[in-house]
């Protein structure tokens, strides 16, 4: 999919505005810099969802909006697995609405934001050992 050759630190409005869903990956050293760089307002107790080995789907396919998330909030997803990809992560939308999903493939120390405000994302069944 189409992907945005910006800062982390892009707003909602330009990656929805640009139509990307998510840009490439990007390491967590990189994320601290930019967080550093500029004031944020954050959820004060992160969301945790563990995808067990050999378990069902976590959730639907959704939109961060289907349950009333504001439109500017930006999601980061970081994987605590050596590495993720497939079956054993999450799936997006390159665009809002483009159906065109794929996994997100990283390995751990590297993480991936995207808009899940207007982007659809879910797992599948994990059938990995990882």
């Known amino acids: 999919g189409p992907h945005l050759d910006a800062d982390l630190a892009s707003s909602s409005e ?3 505005e640009k139509g990307v869903c998510h840009p490439p990956a990007v390491t967590c050293p990189r ?3 930019l967080l550093a760089e500029k004031s944020y307002i954050y959820q004060t107790e992160a969301s945790l ?3 067990l080995p050999q378990t069902t789907a976590l959730g639907v396919p959704h939109t961060d909006s289907d349950y009333f998330h504001q439109p500017g909030e930006i999601n980061f997803w ?3 697995n050596e590495t993720v990809g497939g079956e054993n992560s999450l799936f997006c939308e390159s665009v809002s609405k483009k159906g065109d999903f794929h996994s997100f493939d990283v ?3 590297a993480g991936v934001r995207f808009y899940g405000n207007k982007c659809r994302h879910y797992t599948v069944r994990n059938g990995s050992d990882r």
């Open 107 to 109: 390995r751990y120390g």
């Open 49 to 51: 969802r563990v995808h």
């Open 31 to 33: 994320v601290s810099a």
């Open 14 to 16: 330009e990656l929805e």
């Open 78 to 80: 970081f994987p605590v």
